[in-house]
């Protein structure tokens, strides 16, 4: 991958500011399966968090529970200062500050690409449509596809989706970033690409909450990396920490497994 | 040398497929050689007009040999416009004409805006002021004088034209989880209306439905059946539209929900552009299905264009030459479902071109 797990770990240490989402005590069932179990985690403004863990362990869940893509049962999600509730309107509020990306990227495939950047821009932040499309080949340059801007989703590559997807929710200007394995989806030679941009993205400064399973990410990136099991937290701290000292044999394990692969 | 090696490839590879193509051959030739024979060699192009009307003796010495197209010249005023007043019959006439237009303008993408809905608005209006008449100094003509082309364009127009909204609402309501009751409602609707026959139900709207009426409360029967037909068409392309939106991804309305889009924004910029594409084929088989069941309205005594077309050759003097008659409506339906038919395979065409996965 594009940083393997020995180089040398710039752990990035910025100033970190207020708890932006809080998860205190979160319990969810699909049905009878409890997928998770008394998660509770804090994330600051600007922190970058990888979540890790293998398939099954609610990682994804989890994460989609912070834009409530998912309602949780039991406990307190609070996402920038407003508690997640039935109430339309406030999920509507946080969901323009939360950015997601998906593991198959769920661009509109009806709409050029331009037009997947200025929809929300236009529809939800009500922007004039001019200054939308201005704002979306910006991000379109960020993520290095401008030239793309009229095509369709469907013309593009698996890597080339996943920047407009990003580029996309960028556009709503987030003040945090969810990523649901993004690069899962993609062949091997497409990967760097997309993790090149969320790189990027990571040193400019958002928020962000990553799962994934590209620990060279994690340790260049990340200020956390959390590592679920069978629903719940096990284990939490600094990649450096919990790549070079796991505590747990599940962490062992799961890490073992994840060398092995690559 | 190309339709040669073609031919003996696909038509003469065995003996057993050269004698299919032989038997196939002659059939073909020979029942296309006497529809020739009897609609163009012999028949029948005018007759001499006698003192009490055309004298049709010369159809009748030609009946199974030759077609009698006398038939369609003497009475294709009365299939197209029915017991329309004779006079007035450049109204209707008008009307099939700027119905047609209407398809045309908005069969065009490029006309696909706001300002669409508004021509239709005005071009139902001015039919309706046509066709009824009482103002700018038009007869009055009551429905129950109209008849023929125009009455089924506009009871398959109107009727589609209203059904297809109308069905995406129940197809969303059907599938909406956060209000059981409406959900319920849908089903119900969907489920009963499909549940009976079109003929019960224009039996039902045009007589037994005025008898729960307020006395003096006169329903119109054209516009009885009319709603009668917008009920059983919508039934039926809830389904269609429910069809699609169930084939969406879910990643659709996923990523839709977490851009912050409210539902009515997520459902008309996202989901239906796509839902709906995904289902034209069956939508507009439904369509030509429709436009030719408003046939079915004969039932209730209201004369359109297939009921003026039987009622034409039941004057004495040209009674028996229903075949003719016949041979007519069917290129007139054929004429308006092969059109849409064509129009749709265009439609997906150009749709698909922008969009290959």
């Known amino acids: 991958m594009s940083t393997s797990l020995t180089d040398p770990a710039p752990a990035s240490v910025a100033e970190k500011g207020p708890p932006i989402i809080i998860l205190d005590k979160v319990n969810k069932w699909f049905g009878q399966l409890h997928v998770l179990r008394d998660v509770s985690m804090t994330v600051a403004e600007k922190e970058r968090v990888v979540v890790c863990g293998p398939s099954g362990s609610g990682k994804s869940t989890m994460i989609r ?17 407003t508690e997640l509730t039935d109430d339309t309107r406030a999920l509507d ?36 449509k001019a200054e939308a499309e201005e704002l979306g080949m910006s991000f379109l340059r960020r993520v290095r596809i401008p030239e793309q801007a009229k095509k369709y989703p469907g013309q593009l590559s698996g890597g080339q989706q996943q920047r407009v997807a990003i580029a996309r929710a960028l556009c709503m200007r987030p003040k945090i970033m969810l990523f649901d394995e993004p690069t899962s989806a993609l062949d091997p030679e497409m990967i760097k690409e997309v993790l090149d941009v969320m790189i990027e993205l990571a040193e400019s400064g958002m928020t962000m909450v990553c799962v994934t399973h590209e620990m060279g990410f994690a340790r260049r990136v990340a200020d956390r990396v959390v590592f679920m099991d069978r629903g719940e937290i096990v284990e939490s701290g600094t990649p450096a920490a919990m790549f070079e000292t796991p505590q747990t044999d599940r962490l062992k394990l799961f890490l073992s497994q994840i060398l092995r692969g690559h | 040398m190309q339709a040669v090696l073609w031919a003996r490839a696909n038509l003469f590879r065995s003996w057993w497929s050269t004698a299919v193509t032989l038997v196939l051959i002659y059939l073909i030739v020979r029942g296309a050689w006497s529809f020739i024979d009897w609609a163009f060699i012999n028949a029948v192009w005018s007759v001499p007009q006698g003192p009490n009307g055309p004298n049709t003796a010369v159809c009748h010495a030609a009946q199974g040999i030759g077609a009698c197209w006398a038939v369609v010249k003497e009475k294709y005023r009365f299939i197209l416009f029915a017991f329309y007043p004779y006079a007035e019959q450049w109204r209707p006439a008008t009307c099939i004409v700027l119905l047609i237009l209407l398809y045309i ?18 071009t139902l209006v001015v039919i309706g002021i046509l066709m009824w008449g009482g103002a700018f100094g038009l007869t009055y003509v009551p429905q129950y004088q109209w008849g023929g082309l125009p009455l089924t364009l506009i009871l ?12 995406i609402l129940v197809a969303l309501g059907r599938r909406s989880t956060g209000l059981p009751a409406v959900r319920l409602l849908c089903v119900v609707y969907v489920e009963l209306i499909r549940g009976v026959p079109l003929i019960s139900l224009l039996f039902m709207a045009t007589t037994m439905f005025p008898l729960f009426m307020p006395n003096g409360a006169d329903i119109d029967k054209v516009l009885s059946a009319q709603v009668a037909i917008i009920l059983f068409a919508a039934a039926y392309l809830a389904e269609v539209v429910r069809a699609g939106l169930q084939s ?21 910029l996202i989901i239906l552009p796509q839902a709906l594409r995904l289902v034209i084929p069956p939508l507009v088989n439904t369509f030509i299905g429709f436009f030719k069941d408003t046939s079915l309205v004969l039932i209730v005594g209201i004369f359109d264009l297939l009921k003026a077309g039987t009622t034409a050759v039941a004057d004495p003097p040209w009674q028996g030459f229903g075949n003719e008659i016949y041979v007519l409506l069917a290129v007139i339906y054929f004429a308006f479902c092969y059109a849409m038919s064509r129009y749709s395979r265009g439609l997906e065409r150009d749709l698909d071109r922008a969009r290959r996965r």
């Open chain 1, 65 to 81: 529970c912070i834009n409530r893509l998912e309602s949780h049962q039991e406990g307190r999600i609070e996402v920038d200062g």
């Open chain 1, 93 to 128: 509020q946080i969901r323009r500050e939360v950015g997601m990306v998906f593991q198959s990227f769920n661009l509109f495939p009806h709409l050029t690409v331009l037009e997947n950047c200025t929809l929300a821009p236009i529809w939800v932040r009500k922007t004039p």
């Open chain 2, 105 to 122: 303008v908005s069969a065009r993408r490029q006309f696909w805006r706001k300002e669409l809905a508004l021509l239709w608005i005005m």
């Open chain 2, 156 to 167: 398959a127009t109107i009727g589609l034209a209203a059904a297809f909204p109308l069905s």
């Open chain 2, 248 to 268: 969406l991804p879910r990643g659709q309305n996923e990523a839709a929900d977490a851009l912050g889009l409210s539902y009515w924004r997520k459902t008309g």
